[in-house]
């Protein structure tokens, strides 16, 4: 944690060259309102902004289950405001910030409900932002509706959105393919809700009613950030993004000014470790790496970058990286394409060819890794 100087960083990103060096209190959880800690950040500062803002979701009375027991749902005075005209105005007054800090080649993204988004989405319209995809999180578990009067709300919408029409941004396209199935990433993410042991409680109570999981902010922040980018949160909460970030190489710094949440992030962020260089490396630019559903686990953690596969008979070796591509030696590629190279086969199903080693009653098993995307499926589904 400490002060970054940032001139490096938008030398690289842009090309132009910076007189004075620019000081950013990166790693820091800055007190208090959020639009006066982002006026402290310097102009043209920041690579991204990623803003999960109070969705004003306008909530009345207590909500039960058919078994009487009580749902946590958000009744928080951080997401009440007396009008819409009041929410308004606190979001033009953020997203003019989050503007100004961000560099040229900057970008934003913000996550909503249907309480909240599409007034969002006006207010960064008129402020000149330019939205290059509405991405629509799906929710493979989501909570459902007990009273059995609407839809059970199994989505949430996030913006992605440039500094301009004519404004340059980043995506890294080969690492969301490689990512996705060797597919183009589509903007309709199945992710689950974050819950099971990444969910912060204390005394058996959620630490924050919306805590976002990890592998959003993985997916968001592998997608359209490089290694050594300093990413803003506005909305810190219990530090989803700081966490994310450090794992992935990323600088942060967040706004939050409820003290419960920002001693649970500084817990949490303390205990992550940052990826292995080479574990960070992923897929550039070319079109001929094979399918690779195999991101799932990684950006869940089933199998973390840096971890060991091999082949059964233990002929090669290869690490996990940071979008689901394979490293052995030299060469890499999807679990398909590497274990296709490495054979001189004409395919290779690297679902049974590749192994891994877990820990068993007595002593290490080995395991294909179709036995990590079989938990996987069992935890989505349930």
């Known amino acids: 944690m400490g002060v970054i100087e940032t001139t490096k960083s938008r030398v690289q990103r842009t ?170 990433m589509r903007s309709d993410w199945v992710l689950p809700i974050c819950n099971g042991a990444e969910r912060l409680k204390e005394g058996g109570t959620k630490v924050h009613p919306t805590q976002k999981p990890e592998s959003l902010l993985y997916r968001v922040l592998l997608s359209t950030t490089e290694k050594g980018d300093v990413v803003l949160d506005p909305f810190f909460g219990t530090g989803t993004t700081g966490a994310v970030a450090k794992r992935l190489g990323r600088q942060w710094i967040g706004c939050e000014r409820e003290g419960v949440y920002r001693n649970a992030a500084i817990k949490r962020i303390e205990k992550e470790l940052p990826l292995d260089e080479s574990a960070l490396t992923t897929m550039q630019a070319g079109r001929s790496a094979p399918k690779v559903a195999f991101g799932a686990l990684v950006e869940n953690g089933y199998l973390k970058p840096g971890a060991e596969l091999f082949d059964k008979k233990r002929r090669w070796k290869a690490t996990v990286r940071a979008d689901g591509s394979l490293a052995c030696g030299k060469q890499t590629g999807s679990i398909h394409g590497l274990g296709k190279e490495l054979q001189g086969a004409p395919s290779c199903n690297g679902w049974t060819f590749w192994h891994y080693e877990v820990d068993g009653p007595s002593g290490k098993d080995v395991k294909p890794i179709d036995a990590a995307r079989q938990l996987y499926l069992l935890a989505v589904e349930d």
């Open 15 to 184: 090309g132009k060259a910076v007189e004075l060096p620019l000081e950013l209190p990166v790693g820091k959880i800055l007190d208090g309102d959020c639009v006066e800690a982002m006026r402290s950040i310097p102009t043209a500062s920041i690579d991204l902004v990623f803003a999960d803002p109070p969705y004003n979701l306008q909530l009345g009375g207590d909500l039960n289950r058919p078994d009487g027991s009580h749902v946590d749902a958000v009744t928080d005075d951080w997401d009440k405001f007396d009008t819409f005209k009041a929410y308004d105005d606190f979001t033009r007054a953020w997203l003019t910030e989050a503007k100004r800090i961000l560099k040229p080649d900057g970008a934003l993204w913000v996550i909503g409900s249907y309480h909240n988004i599409y007034r969002v989405g006006a207010i960064l319209q008129d402020l000149g932002f330019w939205i290059l995809n509405d991405i629509v999180w799906r929710k493979s578990n989501p909570m459902p509706n007990f009273r059995g009067t609407r839809f059970t709300n199994a989505h949430e919408t996030l913006l992605w959105c440039s500094q301009g029409e004519k404004a340059k941004y980043h995506f890294n396209y080969r690492a969301m393919k490689t990512l996705n199935d060797e597919l183009q």
